[in-house]
Protein backbone atom coordinates (compact mmCIF):
# COMPACT_ATOMS: atom_id res chain seq x y z
CA UNK A 1 0.00 0.00 0.00
CA UNK A 2 1.34 3.54 -0.70
CA UNK A 3 0.89 5.83 2.20
CA UNK A 4 0.94 9.16 1.37
CA UNK A 5 2.69 10.05 4.38
CA UNK A 6 5.62 8.22 6.37
CA UNK A 7 5.43 7.71 9.90
CA UNK A 8 8.21 10.07 10.48
CA UNK A 9 6.30 13.18 8.43
CA UNK A 10 3.33 11.93 11.03
CA UNK A 11 5.20 12.39 14.63
CA UNK A 12 6.97 14.87 13.51
CA UNK A 13 3.97 16.90 12.88
CA UNK A 14 2.24 15.51 15.74
CA UNK A 15 5.06 16.65 17.91
CA UNK A 16 4.79 19.76 16.46
CA UNK A 17 1.00 19.85 17.40
CA UNK A 18 1.72 19.06 21.30
CA UNK A 19 3.39 22.03 22.54
CA UNK A 20 3.23 21.57 26.89
CA UNK A 21 2.86 17.67 26.97
CA UNK A 22 5.05 15.13 25.82
CA UNK A 23 5.49 12.41 22.79
CA UNK A 24 6.67 8.76 23.52
CA UNK A 25 7.43 6.75 20.40
CA UNK A 26 9.94 4.24 22.11
CA UNK A 27 8.86 0.70 21.68
CA UNK A 28 9.28 -0.16 25.32
CA UNK A 29 6.33 2.93 26.50
CA UNK A 30 4.36 1.96 23.69
CA UNK A 31 4.30 -2.02 24.44
CA UNK A 32 3.33 -0.70 28.31
CA UNK A 33 0.90 1.49 27.67
CA UNK A 34 -0.54 -0.51 24.41
CA UNK A 35 -1.69 -3.42 26.50
CA UNK A 36 -3.38 -3.56 30.02
CA UNK A 37 -2.37 -6.58 31.84
CA UNK A 38 -5.78 -6.59 34.02
CA UNK A 39 -8.15 -7.31 30.81
CA UNK A 40 -8.75 -10.67 28.80
CA UNK A 41 -9.18 -10.99 25.08
CA UNK A 42 -10.21 -8.36 22.69
CA UNK A 43 -7.94 -7.02 19.99
CA UNK A 44 -5.42 -4.87 20.69
CA UNK A 45 -1.74 -3.52 18.59
CA UNK A 46 0.87 -1.65 19.15
CA UNK A 47 -0.14 2.23 19.55
CA UNK A 48 2.01 4.80 16.98
CA UNK A 49 2.70 7.04 19.38
CA UNK A 50 1.94 7.76 23.45
CA UNK A 51 1.07 11.72 24.42
CA UNK A 52 0.75 12.95 27.69
CA UNK A 53 -1.29 15.88 27.45
CA UNK A 54 -0.63 18.92 29.59
CA UNK A 55 -3.54 21.38 28.22
CA UNK A 56 -6.57 21.76 26.14
CA UNK A 57 -4.07 23.13 23.41
CA UNK A 58 -2.18 19.70 23.60
CA UNK A 59 -5.75 17.72 23.24
CA UNK A 60 -6.44 20.20 20.17
CA UNK A 61 -3.40 19.24 18.68
CA UNK A 62 -3.50 15.58 19.12
CA UNK A 63 -7.02 15.58 17.40
CA UNK A 64 -5.64 17.72 14.88
CA UNK A 65 -3.34 15.64 13.68
CA UNK A 66 -5.80 12.66 13.82
CA UNK A 67 -8.23 14.44 12.09
CA UNK A 68 -4.98 14.89 9.46
CA UNK A 69 -3.60 11.68 8.97
CA UNK A 70 -6.98 9.85 9.70
CA UNK A 71 -5.88 8.30 12.64
CA UNK A 72 -7.57 6.38 15.58
CA UNK A 73 -7.05 8.34 18.85
CA UNK A 74 -7.02 6.54 22.28
CA UNK A 75 -8.22 8.25 25.52
CA UNK A 76 -6.48 6.71 28.39
CA UNK A 77 -5.97 7.84 31.98
CA UNK A 78 -4.76 5.05 35.04
CA UNK A 79 -4.95 2.55 32.19
CA UNK A 80 -7.27 0.13 35.03
CA UNK A 81 -9.78 -0.57 32.78
CA UNK A 82 -10.93 -4.59 32.51
CA UNK A 83 -13.15 -4.46 29.49
CA UNK A 84 -10.22 -3.35 26.20
CA UNK A 85 -11.87 -0.45 26.96
CA UNK A 86 -8.47 2.06 26.89
CA UNK A 87 -5.97 -0.60 25.40
CA UNK A 88 -3.84 0.57 21.87
CA UNK A 89 -4.71 -0.02 18.42
CA UNK A 90 -2.14 -0.73 15.77
CA UNK A 91 -0.93 2.99 14.70
CA UNK A 92 -3.15 4.54 16.49
CA UNK A 93 -2.44 7.62 19.00
CA UNK A 94 -2.69 6.99 22.86
CA UNK A 95 -3.73 10.15 24.40
CA UNK A 96 -3.32 10.09 28.27
CA UNK A 97 -4.59 12.92 30.69
CA UNK A 98 -3.14 11.37 34.01
CA UNK A 99 -0.53 14.58 33.82
CA UNK A 100 -3.40 16.21 34.32
CA UNK A 101 -4.36 15.74 37.58
CA UNK A 102 -4.93 18.56 39.95
CA UNK A 103 -8.27 19.62 42.06
CA UNK A 104 -8.73 23.03 40.67
CA UNK A 105 -11.50 23.57 43.24
CA UNK A 106 -13.30 22.45 46.52
CA UNK A 107 -16.39 24.68 46.94
CA UNK A 108 -18.20 23.57 50.30
CA UNK A 109 -21.02 26.52 49.99
CA UNK A 110 -21.72 24.50 46.58
CA UNK A 111 -20.92 21.31 47.69
CA UNK A 112 -19.04 20.34 44.48
CA UNK A 113 -15.50 19.57 43.67
CA UNK A 114 -14.22 20.84 40.29
CA UNK A 115 -11.35 18.31 38.78
CA UNK A 116 -9.23 17.08 35.90
CA UNK A 117 -9.55 13.97 34.29
CA UNK A 118 -6.23 12.32 36.00
CA UNK A 119 -7.28 12.83 39.63
CA UNK A 120 -7.09 10.03 41.49
CA UNK A 121 -10.66 9.18 43.42
CA UNK A 122 -9.26 8.30 46.70
CA UNK A 123 -7.39 11.35 46.30
CA UNK A 124 -9.97 13.49 45.75
CA UNK A 125 -12.59 12.14 48.61
CA UNK A 126 -9.64 12.67 51.33
CA UNK A 127 -9.19 16.32 50.11
CA UNK A 128 -12.81 16.65 50.48
CA UNK A 129 -13.44 14.83 53.83
CA UNK A 130 -10.68 18.06 55.26
CA UNK A 131 -13.61 20.30 54.96
CA UNK A 132 -16.47 18.24 55.95
CA UNK A 133 -17.08 16.56 53.28
CA UNK A 134 -16.51 13.62 50.73
CA UNK A 135 -16.93 12.19 47.19
CA UNK A 136 -19.56 9.03 47.12
CA UNK A 137 -18.70 6.86 44.78
CA UNK A 138 -16.42 3.88 45.42
CA UNK A 139 -15.35 1.23 43.19
CA UNK A 140 -13.13 -0.97 44.13
CA UNK A 141 -10.57 0.39 42.22
CA UNK A 142 -10.77 3.76 43.77
CA UNK A 143 -7.12 3.81 45.13
CA UNK A 144 -5.68 3.84 41.78
CA UNK A 145 -8.34 4.78 38.94
CA UNK A 146 -9.26 8.26 38.02
CA UNK A 147 -12.44 10.32 37.89
CA UNK A 148 -11.89 10.15 34.20
CA UNK A 149 -11.59 7.07 33.75
CA UNK A 150 -14.92 6.81 36.16
CA UNK A 151 -17.02 9.26 34.37
CA UNK A 152 -16.16 7.77 30.76
CA UNK A 153 -17.20 4.35 32.07
CA UNK A 154 -20.12 5.52 34.64
CA UNK A 155 -18.35 3.96 37.47
CA UNK A 156 -20.18 2.36 40.13
CA UNK A 157 -19.08 0.70 43.82
CA UNK A 158 -19.99 -0.05 47.39
CA UNK A 159 -22.03 3.04 47.59
CA UNK A 160 -24.28 2.63 45.08
CA UNK A 161 -27.21 1.37 46.92
CA UNK A 162 -27.31 4.84 48.89
CA UNK A 163 -25.65 7.51 46.76
CA UNK A 164 -25.39 6.12 43.27
CA UNK A 165 -23.24 5.61 40.47
CA UNK A 166 -20.97 8.39 39.14
CA UNK A 167 -23.65 9.53 36.76
CA UNK A 168 -25.42 10.83 39.87
CA UNK A 169 -22.54 12.52 41.54
CA UNK A 170 -21.53 13.77 37.78
CA UNK A 171 -22.97 17.39 37.73
CA UNK A 172 -20.92 19.39 34.52
CA UNK A 173 -17.83 18.51 32.15
CA UNK A 174 -15.76 20.03 30.09
CA UNK A 175 -14.34 17.82 26.65
CA UNK A 176 -13.03 18.49 23.16
CA UNK A 177 -14.91 17.07 20.30
CA UNK A 178 -12.90 15.38 17.88
CA UNK A 179 -13.27 18.42 15.06
CA UNK A 180 -11.41 20.49 17.93
CA UNK A 181 -14.38 22.60 19.27
CA UNK A 182 -14.55 22.88 23.06
CA UNK A 183 -17.64 22.21 24.91
CA UNK A 184 -19.00 23.15 28.38
CA UNK A 185 -21.55 20.62 29.40
CA UNK A 186 -24.04 21.35 32.53
CA UNK A 187 -22.65 23.40 35.97
CA UNK A 188 -22.28 23.36 39.28
CA UNK A 189 -26.09 23.67 40.05
CA UNK A 190 -28.11 20.92 41.49
CA UNK A 191 -30.66 20.62 39.13
CA UNK A 192 -30.48 22.27 35.59
CA UNK A 193 -33.55 21.55 32.81
CA UNK A 194 -32.22 23.42 30.07
CA UNK A 195 -31.16 21.72 26.75
CA UNK A 196 -30.60 18.06 26.24
CA UNK A 197 -28.95 16.55 29.24
CA UNK A 198 -25.79 16.40 26.91
CA UNK A 199 -23.26 15.61 30.50
CA UNK A 200 -25.13 12.44 31.01
CA UNK A 201 -24.66 11.69 27.69
CA UNK A 202 -20.80 12.11 28.12
CA UNK A 203 -21.04 9.99 31.02
CA UNK A 204 -20.52 6.17 30.40
CA UNK A 205 -19.30 7.40 26.48
CA UNK A 206 -15.96 5.80 26.96
CA UNK A 207 -13.78 8.31 25.19
CA UNK A 208 -16.39 7.70 22.09
CA UNK A 209 -17.59 11.39 21.83
CA UNK A 210 -15.12 13.61 22.90
CA UNK A 211 -12.18 14.00 25.15
CA UNK A 212 -13.26 14.96 29.17
CA UNK A 213 -10.52 17.64 30.60
CA UNK A 214 -12.47 18.91 33.60
CA UNK A 215 -14.98 17.20 35.70
CA UNK A 216 -17.31 18.86 37.99
CA UNK A 217 -18.61 16.57 40.76
CA UNK A 218 -21.15 16.73 43.68
CA UNK A 219 -20.09 16.63 47.23
CA UNK A 220 -21.81 15.32 50.13
CA UNK A 221 -21.26 16.46 54.27
CA UNK A 222 -20.05 13.63 56.04
CA UNK A 223 -22.86 11.95 58.08
CA UNK A 224 -23.50 12.88 61.58
CA UNK A 225 -22.95 9.86 64.28
CA UNK A 226 -21.14 6.75 64.41
CA UNK A 227 -20.88 4.46 61.50
CA UNK A 228 -21.13 1.00 62.24
CA UNK A 229 -20.00 -2.42 60.06
CA UNK A 230 -20.71 -6.24 60.15
CA UNK A 231 -20.70 -9.05 58.51
CA UNK A 232 -23.26 -12.03 58.21
CA UNK A 233 -22.93 -15.30 57.00
CA UNK A 234 -25.88 -17.60 55.19
CA UNK A 235 -25.96 -20.72 53.79
CA UNK A 236 -26.26 -19.60 50.20
CA UNK A 237 -26.14 -16.43 47.98
CA UNK A 238 -29.99 -16.96 47.36
CA UNK A 239 -30.71 -17.29 51.03
CA UNK A 240 -28.32 -13.87 51.14
CA UNK A 241 -29.94 -11.84 48.45
CA UNK A 242 -33.39 -12.42 50.21
CA UNK A 243 -32.04 -10.98 53.56
CA UNK A 244 -30.35 -7.97 51.48
CA UNK A 245 -34.20 -7.41 50.43
CA UNK A 246 -35.01 -7.04 53.35
CA UNK A 247 -32.91 -4.91 54.69
CA UNK A 248 -32.89 -2.48 51.94
CA UNK A 249 -36.60 -1.99 51.92
CA UNK A 250 -36.38 -1.37 56.04
CA UNK A 251 -35.60 2.01 56.12
CA UNK A 252 -32.27 2.10 57.57
CA UNK A 253 -30.73 3.32 53.97
CA UNK A 254 -27.33 1.51 54.41
CA UNK A 255 -24.61 2.43 52.26
CA UNK A 256 -22.86 -1.42 51.85
CA UNK A 257 -24.58 -4.42 51.43
CA UNK A 258 -21.38 -6.79 49.91
CA UNK A 259 -21.90 -10.03 49.00
CA UNK A 260 -19.52 -12.69 49.09
CA UNK A 261 -20.32 -16.73 47.57
CA UNK A 262 -18.63 -19.62 49.81
CA UNK A 263 -16.30 -19.71 46.91
CA UNK A 264 -14.75 -16.47 47.05
CA UNK A 265 -14.54 -16.63 51.17
CA UNK A 266 -12.36 -19.99 50.81
CA UNK A 267 -10.34 -17.88 48.40
CA UNK A 268 -10.22 -14.96 50.59
CA UNK A 269 -9.41 -17.07 53.50
CA UNK A 270 -6.04 -18.22 51.45
CA UNK A 271 -4.83 -14.91 50.82
CA UNK A 272 -5.93 -13.10 53.95
CA UNK A 273 -5.10 -16.25 56.06
CA UNK A 274 -8.32 -15.54 57.74
CA UNK A 275 -10.78 -17.79 59.10
CA UNK A 276 -14.01 -17.16 57.56
CA UNK A 277 -15.02 -19.88 55.77
CA UNK A 278 -15.51 -22.18 58.94
CA UNK A 279 -18.92 -19.96 58.75
CA UNK A 280 -21.34 -21.03 56.34
CA UNK A 281 -21.47 -20.71 52.85
CA UNK A 282 -22.02 -16.74 52.08
CA UNK A 283 -20.85 -13.71 53.47
CA UNK A 284 -22.56 -10.37 53.99
CA UNK A 285 -20.49 -7.37 54.59
CA UNK A 286 -22.66 -4.39 55.48
CA UNK A 287 -22.57 -0.62 56.29
CA UNK A 288 -24.93 2.25 58.31
CA UNK A 289 -23.59 5.35 58.48
CA UNK A 290 -24.67 7.79 61.36
CA UNK A 291 -25.97 3.89 62.48
CA UNK A 292 -28.32 4.47 65.54
CA UNK A 293 -28.57 1.74 67.90
CA UNK A 294 -32.33 1.10 66.63
CA UNK A 295 -30.71 0.94 63.06
CA UNK A 296 -28.57 -1.77 63.44
CA UNK A 297 -31.29 -3.73 65.86
CA UNK A 298 -33.62 -3.76 62.98
CA UNK A 299 -30.67 -5.11 60.92
CA UNK A 300 -30.01 -7.51 63.65
CA UNK A 301 -33.59 -8.59 63.36
CA UNK A 302 -33.90 -9.15 59.90
CA UNK A 303 -30.36 -10.72 59.74
CA UNK A 304 -32.25 -13.13 62.18
CA UNK A 305 -35.39 -13.36 60.35
CA UNK A 306 -34.18 -14.67 56.89
CA UNK A 307 -31.21 -16.96 58.80
CA UNK A 308 -28.54 -14.87 58.82
CA UNK A 309 -25.70 -16.17 61.47
CA UNK A 310 -22.52 -15.58 63.39
CA UNK A 311 -23.55 -11.83 62.89
CA UNK A 312 -20.99 -9.57 64.43
CA UNK A 313 -21.01 -5.30 64.55
CA UNK A 314 -18.48 -2.89 64.87
CA UNK A 315 -17.78 1.07 65.29
CA UNK A 316 -14.27 0.48 65.86
CA UNK A 317 -12.58 1.98 62.73
CA UNK A 318 -9.49 0.31 61.94
CA UNK A 319 -11.95 -2.98 62.02
CA UNK A 320 -14.46 -0.89 59.35
CA UNK A 321 -11.33 -0.55 57.49
CA UNK A 322 -10.30 -4.02 57.56
CA UNK A 323 -13.47 -5.42 56.48
CA UNK A 324 -13.63 -2.89 53.76
CA UNK A 325 -10.18 -3.96 52.92
CA UNK A 326 -11.47 -7.17 52.96
CA UNK A 327 -14.21 -6.85 49.85
CA UNK A 328 -11.75 -4.83 48.11
CA UNK A 329 -8.97 -7.72 48.50
CA UNK A 330 -11.80 -10.35 46.98
CA UNK A 331 -10.27 -10.01 43.67
CA UNK A 332 -6.75 -10.51 43.70
CA UNK A 333 -7.68 -13.27 46.12
CA UNK A 334 -9.43 -14.91 43.59
CA UNK A 335 -7.58 -14.09 40.41
CA UNK A 336 -4.25 -15.30 42.34
CA UNK A 337 -2.14 -17.68 39.89
CA UNK A 338 -4.80 -18.30 37.47
CA UNK A 339 -6.17 -16.75 34.65
CA UNK A 340 -9.69 -14.90 35.11
CA UNK A 341 -12.49 -12.76 33.72
CA UNK A 342 -14.47 -11.22 36.00
CA UNK A 343 -18.02 -9.92 34.69
CA UNK A 344 -20.44 -7.23 35.12
CA UNK A 345 -24.31 -7.85 35.20
CA UNK A 346 -26.84 -5.65 36.69
CA UNK A 347 -30.44 -7.32 38.03
CA UNK A 348 -33.44 -5.74 38.10
CA UNK A 349 -33.20 -6.47 42.72
CA UNK A 350 -36.14 -8.95 42.51
CA UNK A 351 -34.08 -11.20 40.29
CA UNK A 352 -30.49 -11.12 42.03
CA UNK A 353 -31.82 -14.27 44.06
CA UNK A 354 -32.92 -15.92 41.01
CA UNK A 355 -29.47 -14.91 39.28
CA UNK A 356 -28.07 -16.52 41.97
CA UNK A 357 -29.81 -19.66 41.61
CA UNK A 358 -28.70 -20.08 38.05
CA UNK A 359 -24.79 -19.14 38.52
CA UNK A 360 -24.79 -22.06 40.83
CA UNK A 361 -26.58 -24.46 38.70
CA UNK A 362 -24.32 -23.40 35.65
CA UNK A 363 -21.25 -24.05 37.13
CA UNK A 364 -22.40 -27.45 38.43
CA UNK A 365 -23.69 -27.84 35.05
CA UNK A 366 -20.42 -27.18 32.67
CA UNK A 367 -18.18 -28.96 35.48
CA UNK A 368 -16.44 -25.09 36.49
CA UNK A 369 -16.06 -22.88 39.50
CA UNK A 370 -17.65 -19.79 39.27
CA UNK A 371 -16.83 -17.13 42.09
CA UNK A 372 -20.00 -15.01 42.77
CA UNK A 373 -19.86 -11.52 44.70
CA UNK A 374 -20.87 -7.93 44.18
CA UNK A 375 -22.42 -4.91 45.49
CA UNK A 376 -26.14 -7.00 46.29
CA UNK A 377 -27.65 -3.78 47.68
CA UNK A 378 -28.48 -2.51 43.79
CA UNK A 379 -28.42 -5.62 42.30
CA UNK A 380 -24.76 -5.74 40.71
CA UNK A 381 -22.89 -9.42 40.06
CA UNK A 382 -19.70 -10.00 39.91
CA UNK A 383 -19.22 -13.45 38.64
CA UNK A 384 -15.25 -14.63 37.72
CA UNK A 385 -14.88 -17.49 35.73
CA UNK A 386 -10.88 -18.90 36.06
CA UNK A 387 -8.82 -21.41 34.52
CA UNK A 388 -5.33 -22.51 34.59
CA UNK A 389 -2.37 -19.97 33.89
CA UNK A 390 -0.53 -21.83 32.03
CA UNK A 391 -3.68 -21.84 29.57
CA UNK A 392 -3.39 -18.94 27.17
CA UNK A 393 -7.16 -19.25 25.29
CA UNK A 394 -9.56 -18.59 27.16
CA UNK A 395 -11.24 -22.30 27.17
CA UNK A 396 -13.91 -22.86 25.17
CA UNK A 397 -16.05 -24.07 28.43
CA UNK A 398 -15.62 -20.35 29.75
CA UNK A 399 -16.83 -19.15 26.85
CA UNK A 400 -19.96 -21.00 26.95
CA UNK A 401 -20.70 -20.07 30.50
CA UNK A 402 -19.95 -16.55 29.40
CA UNK A 403 -22.85 -16.92 26.72
CA UNK A 404 -25.09 -18.39 28.93
CA UNK A 405 -24.69 -16.20 31.85
CA UNK A 406 -25.31 -12.88 29.14
CA UNK A 407 -28.45 -14.94 27.63
CA UNK A 408 -30.06 -15.65 30.96
CA UNK A 409 -29.39 -11.81 32.22
CA UNK A 410 -31.22 -10.30 29.51
CA UNK A 411 -34.28 -12.61 30.11
CA UNK A 412 -34.57 -11.83 33.15
CA UNK A 413 -34.63 -8.23 32.72
CA UNK A 414 -30.80 -7.43 33.50
CA UNK A 415 -28.24 -5.71 31.54
CA UNK A 416 -24.53 -7.36 30.91
CA UNK A 417 -22.54 -4.31 31.96
CA UNK A 418 -23.79 -2.85 35.23
CA UNK A 419 -20.22 -0.49 35.98
CA UNK A 420 -17.27 -1.83 34.14
CA UNK A 421 -18.44 -0.31 30.72
CA UNK A 422 -18.35 -2.14 27.59
CA UNK A 423 -15.00 -2.05 25.62
CA UNK A 424 -14.35 -4.08 23.49
CA UNK A 425 -15.23 -7.32 25.08
CA UNK A 426 -19.17 -7.14 25.09
CA UNK A 427 -19.72 -4.27 22.27
CA UNK A 428 -21.65 -7.06 19.73
CA UNK A 429 -23.94 -7.35 22.76
CA UNK A 430 -25.23 -3.76 21.84
CA UNK A 431 -28.36 -5.11 19.83
CA UNK A 432 -29.83 -8.61 22.09
CA UNK A 433 -29.52 -5.78 24.83
CA UNK A 434 -30.94 -2.34 23.30
CA UNK A 435 -32.75 -3.59 20.38
CA UNK A 436 -31.74 -2.91 16.75
CA UNK A 437 -34.08 0.29 16.65
CA UNK A 438 -31.27 1.86 19.62
CA UNK A 439 -28.33 0.04 18.26
CA UNK A 440 -28.85 2.14 15.31
CA UNK A 441 -29.31 5.53 17.30
CA UNK A 442 -26.25 4.96 19.17
CA UNK A 443 -24.33 4.68 15.97
CA UNK A 444 -26.08 7.79 15.02
CA UNK A 445 -24.89 9.70 17.77
CA UNK A 446 -21.12 8.55 17.53
CA UNK A 447 -21.25 9.87 13.99
CA UNK A 448 -22.90 13.19 14.75
CA UNK A 449 -20.01 13.48 17.10
CA UNK A 450 -17.04 11.90 15.31
CA UNK A 451 -17.75 11.98 12.08
CA UNK A 452 -14.37 9.79 11.05
CA UNK A 453 -14.63 7.64 13.53
CA UNK A 454 -11.10 8.63 15.52
CA UNK A 455 -12.29 8.68 19.30
CA UNK A 456 -11.80 5.15 20.85
CA UNK A 457 -13.35 2.88 17.74
CA UNK A 458 -14.53 -0.62 18.37
CA UNK A 459 -15.34 0.69 21.79
CA UNK A 460 -18.42 1.10 23.25
CA UNK A 461 -20.56 0.33 20.21
CA UNK A 462 -18.55 -2.17 17.26
Known amino acids: MFSAYSDEEILDYLKSQVKTGT ?22 GLARAFVEVADVEDIQGVLRTARKFHIAVIPQTTFSSTVIGSDGLTGAIILSTRKMNQILEISKEDSVAVVEPGVVNGDLD ?43 NVLGLKAVLADGRVVKLGGRTL ?24 VTVKLMPIPLGQS ?20 RMSGVYPTMLEALDGNTVVALDKYEKTHYADNSGAMLIFRLEGGSPENVQVVRDLLDKYHGQNVTVTTDEKEEANLEQLRRDMLPAVFAGRNHLMEDMAMPLSKLAPMMDYLQDLGQKLGITIYTAGHAGDGNVHPTFVWDKDVDEVPEVIIEALRQTFW ?48 NPKRKID
Open 408 to 455: KTLELGGTISGEHAVGMLKNQWNNPELGETVDQLQHQIKTLFDPMNLL
Open 228 to 247: VMGVAFFNDMTALAQGVTAI
Open 23 to 44: VATDEVTLRKQSFNPNATGGET
Open 191 to 214: KQAFGYDLTQLFVGSEGTLGIIYE
Open 126 to 168: KEARKQGLFYAPDPGSKPFSSIGGNVSTNAGGMSTVRYGATKD
